[in-house]
């Protein structure tokens, strides 16, 4: 196995989170489990993980982190720094999905979107970095969606939002790889045994939402042939997730791809558009004239 790792994961207490925060800690590394209210809503979720870390003797902690909040982010990540004396894998997991006419939600609730989806990532993404500046190398992860590349009706402000994260995180592929740091996105495509979306946020605004009438039929309609996929072969394993960021953890520097597509049981869309934009992208940037950031990450 490679050196032990110090990771970082938000959003750990439940789904794709607490299955990567699992499959680092049985891989041999130190791990951080990062979650809200481990002293209240999640304390149960917290505790769960305490008990399977010593029962399995693994290296593994829950630890208080808000994503929207500078204050818990900043002692979350001095916490980790202070015990592990650095970090060396991040993982930005937490999210939130809304579904609903676009113009039915609120600002604000537009908003509360992005403070987790995109402004929680920005914020842990700050907090890590200057110890990954000091220690010369490091890996940021950053768990977006299919739907960060493609766009599907209803779900305007959640493919905005992840649309956001993909550019933040390509931007700083470009900016920390000659600094020794990587950065990578990986996009599951619907999970159905996950919890992210029974929790979305639906929109506030009823009354605009009702005026768009049958279009909530087609909400329906646009899932059958993914369920029926679901029927014929079972649900799509999140430990797929986990598994891809394990191997991304555990590659060599500067050998990690930028994208990972993850849809088992999409049409290959996405795929193919990370495909041709990587193509253009990397031409764009040949031309601007700093290609060898490119070079020297493997594009």
Not at 136 to 141: A, D, N, T, W
Not at 145 to 154: D, K, Q
Not at 176 to 203: C, H, K, R, Y
Request: aromatic fraction near 6%; charge should be neutral; hydrophobic fraction near 45%.
């Amino acid at each position: 196995m490679t050196r032990e790792l110090r990771s970082l994961i938000t959003g750990s207490s439940s789904g794709f989170g607490r299955a990567i925060a699992l499959t680092l800690a049985r891989a041999g590394h130190r791990v951080f489990a990062g979650m809200r209210g481990i002293n209240s809503k999640n304390q149960g979720p917290a505790s769960e993980l305490a008990e399977l870390g010593a029962r399995e003797g693994l290296a593994l902690r829950a630890i208080e982190l808000d994503v929207t909040s500078d204050a818990s982010v900043d002692a979350a990540v001095a916490r980790v720094l202070d015990e592990a004396g650095g970090v060396d894998v991040v993982v930005n997991n937490a999210g939130v999905y809304a579904q609903g006419p676009t113009e039915a939600f609120t600002v604000t609730q537009a908003e509360a979107a992005f403070q987790v989806n995109y402004f929680g990532a920005v914020r842990v993404n700050r907090a890590v970095l200057p110890a990954m500046r000091r220690q010369k190398s490091g890996l940021l992860v950053h768990v977006s969606s299919t739907l960060g590349r493609v766009v599907m009706p209803l779900c305007g402000h959640y493919c905005a939002s992840k649309f956001a994260l993909e550019a933040m995180a390509e931007g700083c592929r470009y900016e920390l790889a000659p600094l020794g740091i990587d950065v990578a996105i990986v996009e599951p495509g619907l999970f159905p045994t996950t919890s992210v979306m029974a929790n979305a946020t639906q929109a506030a605004d009823a009354a605009r939402a009702a005026e768009y009438g049958p279009l909530f039929a087609l909400t329906a309609e646009m899932g059958k042939p993914m369920m029926e996929m679901v029927n014929r072969n079972g649900p799509p394993d999140p430990q797929q997730i986990a598994d891809a960021i394990r191997k991304l953890a555990e590659l060599p520097a500067g050998e990690r791809p930028l994208r990972t597509e993850l849809d088992p049981l999409g049409n290959g869309a996405a795929e193919e558009i990370n495909r041709r934009t990587g193509e253009l992208q990397r031409g764009y940037v040949e031309w601007l004239g700093i290609g060898g950031l490119l070079r020297r990450t493997g594009g």
